[in-house]
């Protein structure tokens, strides 16, 4: 039987929120961004010095991933995705011009396209579910003017292929490192690939500070050269209400969960995106930020222990396929295709609720951008990896706060289910 997109996006919403009963304290809740003491204490060195918009973690932060990525200009602001809205003015991106990215990924990345007057222009995604150079090449046409490249779960896309396919072509390729901060190339750090790349510090990220974004870029005239760009002051109100929301609705969740719960509706695949900051970024998330970059190897040490633990224990289940990380991933999840058991039968979001009732609040992976109301009009092929796959995908927690005794339990329930 053939059913509508509207019945099949329908369908998916309530198997695949989230389960755990409304009163529950989760032993492992979504997402708990890597805190350590030095991100409290620059917390309160910020709030305590009144350095919480200007002070002098900006320019440490800028000089700390200037480094990390080897070289590059960077312009810090205050969202990821407000970072992709300059990285894409910057590029030339002009009203009406398409930009190329992945159906498989969340909706965030079409506010900033929008933003600047382009099309988002929606392609499908290879096994890894990143885009590669053959699903992009399937959608260029002559009014393409860059393509964004997410390295999603941490895991590094084929950038170097999309980069060598633009050659003379006068497109530009946007390195989005949002999900990928650390993750290298051949020992090359992902952001510092294609004419300008993006960090992020906002939630579900390697380093989930209280938000933040990076554009980064090789080239000097990309940033501050052919274009002077001068953004709008961070605003006090705002930074303080990310910092307290961040405590509550993300570092704190284990406890707060069932409050959280009982005040808002877990947000949906086609809930739209929340608005972005479009400001600069302040002296307060950059200090937060600048103590999760202290800790990054020792963060990417413990998710690669992780995503090894998964490999070991699930590996060779004949229904589950792991979705590898390459060599050099960051490993910001492991994702899982749970293949069904049965015709028809839905067995990744029976894992879900089998986890969820144990205290493991996971969830499905994205919907294909496509398949979700109002954004059906981006797309001009059949997609058929995305669409295969991605009701079959969950995502399992690699943060090194979730122990290895944790992982072990989580593997076991994900086999018996
Ligand atoms: C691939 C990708 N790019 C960009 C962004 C935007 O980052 P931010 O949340 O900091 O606005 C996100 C956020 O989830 C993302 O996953």
């Known amino acids: 039987m053939k059913v509508s997109q509207a019945e099949f996006v329908e369908s998916f919403l309530p198997k695949s929120s989230y389960v755990l009963p409304p009163s529950s304290f989760p032993h492992v809740p979504l997402a708990l961004p890597y805190w350590n003491g030095a991100t409290y204490r620059a917390i309160l060195r910020s709030l305590l010095t009144g350095s919480v918009i200007a002070g002098s973690d900006l320019g440490k932060l800028r000089a700390s991933v200037i480094e990390s990525l080897g070289g590059v200009d960077a312009l810090l602001c205050a969202s990821g995705s407000f970072a992709l809205e300059i990285a894409l003015g910057a590029c030339g991106v002009q009203p009406g011009d398409e930009v190329v990215i992945p159906t498989f990924c969340c909706t965030t990345v079409v506010l900033p396209i929008l933003a600047v007057g382009a099309i988002p222009v929606l392609a499908d995604v290879g096994d890894e579910m990143n885009l590669t150079a053959e699903t992009v090449v399937a959608v260029l046409t002559h009014k393409t003017k860059a393509i964004i490249v997410p390295h999603l779960f941490g895991n590094p896309a084929e950038i170097d292929a999309i980069v060598g396919l633009t050659r003379g072509r006068n497109i530009r390729v946007i390195d989005d490192a949002a999900q990928a901060l650390g993750a290298t190339i051949e020992g090359r750090p992902v952001g510092s690939f294609g004419d300008a790349g993006i960090l992020s510090f906002g939630s579900e990220k390697i380093c989930s500070g209280i938000g933040g974004g990076v554009v980064v870029s090789r080239h000097k005239e990309i940033l501050n050269g052919g274009v002077k760009i001068d953004l709008p002051a961070a605003r006090f109100s705002l930074s303080l209400r990310t910092l307290l929301s961040t405590l ?65 224990l699930l590996g060779n289940e004949e229904r589950l396929k792991l979705i590898p990380h390459r060599p050099g991933s960051a490993c910001l999840t492991q994702v899982v295709r749970v293949l069904p058991k049965r015709r028809g039968e839905d067995s990744a979001s029976e894992i879900i609720q089998a986890l969820c009732s144990a205290g493991y609040e996971i969830q499905g992976s994205y919907v294909p951008i496509h398949t979700l109301p109002n954004y059906e009009s981006w797309v001009r092929k059949p997609l058929p990896l995305a669409e295969r796959v991605w009701s079959e995908l969950i995502e399992l927690p690699c943060e090194p706060d979730v122990s290895l005794d944790q992982v072990e339990r989580i593997a076991a329930i994900v086999k018996m289910a």
């Open 248 to 312: 509550f609705y993300r570092r704190w969740r284990r406890w707060t969960l069932p409050l959280l719960r009982r005040l808002w509706d877990a947000a949906g695949p086609d809930t739209p995106p929340a608005p972005y900051r479009k400001e600069a970024m302040a002296n307060l998330n950059a200090a937060v930020a600048l103590s999760l970059m202290q800790a990054l190897s020792e963060n990417i040490a413990a998710r690669r222990a992780r995503v090894a633990a998964y490999r070991e």
